[in-house]
């Protein structure tokens, strides 16, 4: 049961396009949602995240849209760069409770090619 | 600071070889995980700790064991290698607890099972 999708496999965009990367959620619990950049041989990086109090994050050429009562968000990179072509996982994590501790679930990624 | 290393970078094991996947965090970080990703699915969580000396089970821990004995180092061990544990291993790292705590990833080991 995937609590996170990523519906999309792969994206191809032109250099300078916007690049509109999606994600639904299932769990209601979660509340706060981060995006991880993966390169070839490497680990996942930190890109950009949103609590469930906002709606919007911007961070420079990227911009996270979080809609809660369709348990979707999106990822936007404006304008796209050829640097850009990764992996992208979206991950969410539920409330804390009590001194518990939360983790992350992990879509299954979607590979964005950027073309000059 | 090199920040999360992982040794070997890849390894190849025969089934029922064991071996241990070193992680090593210099940012002094009280918490560690460690994901495994199956190809075309995200990481899954096998085990995580949230200091020296505790460590808990994640989504998928069976056939893997985890000390942390140290801040720094949270090795991660394959008793039985079996080929449904041919995967890319990732540990990571965080400074806090809650949610949206950003984890730092290592470059991850390459294991394939045969």
């Known amino acids: 049961d995937q609590q996170v999708k990523q519906n999309s496999p792969s994206l191809s965009v032109q250099e300078g396009r916007i690049s509109i990367l999606n994600c639904d959620y299932t769990?209601?619990?979660?509340?706060?949602f981060l995006w991880y950049k993966k390169y070839p041989a490497e680990g996942p990086t930190f890109l950009i995240s949103?609590?469930?109090?906002?709606d919007k994050n911007e961070d420079g050429r990227f911009t996270v849209f979080l809609n809660k009562s369709a348990k979707h968000l999106s990822l936007h990179i404006v304008p796209s760069q050829p640097g850009d072509s990764a992996v992208y996982f979206c991950a969410a994590s539920p409330i804390l409770l009590n001194s518990g501790y939360s983790t992350l679930t992990f879509g299954k990624g979607t590979m964005l090619l950027v073309s000059p | 600071n090199a920040g999360v290393t992982q040794t070997p970078k890849f390894r190849i094991l025969k089934i029922g070889q064991s071996m241990t996947l070193q992680c090593a965090q210099d940012?002094?970080?009280?918490?560690m995980y460690w994901y495994r990703q199956d190809p075309g699915m995200g990481l899954k969580l096998i085990y995580y700790?949230?200091?020296?000396?505790?460590?808990d089970k994640g989504e998928v821990p069976n056939g893997y064991n985890v000390s942390r004995s140290t801040t720094e180092d949270f090795p991660l061990r394959l008793e039985l290698a079996a080929p449904s544990q041919t995967s890319v291993y990732f540990c990571?790292?965080?400074?806090?607890?809650?949610?949206?705590?950003?984890?730092?990833f290592g470059p991850g080991t390459r294991l394939t099972v045969l």
């Open positions: 700790s949230v200091g020296a000396g505790i460590t």
């Open positions: 990571a790292s965080s400074e806090d607890r809650g949610p949206g705590n950003e984890q730092f």
């Open positions: 949103i609590s469930s109090i906002k």
């Open positions: 769990n209601s619990m979660f509340d706060y």
């Open positions: 940012m002094n970080h009280n918490y």
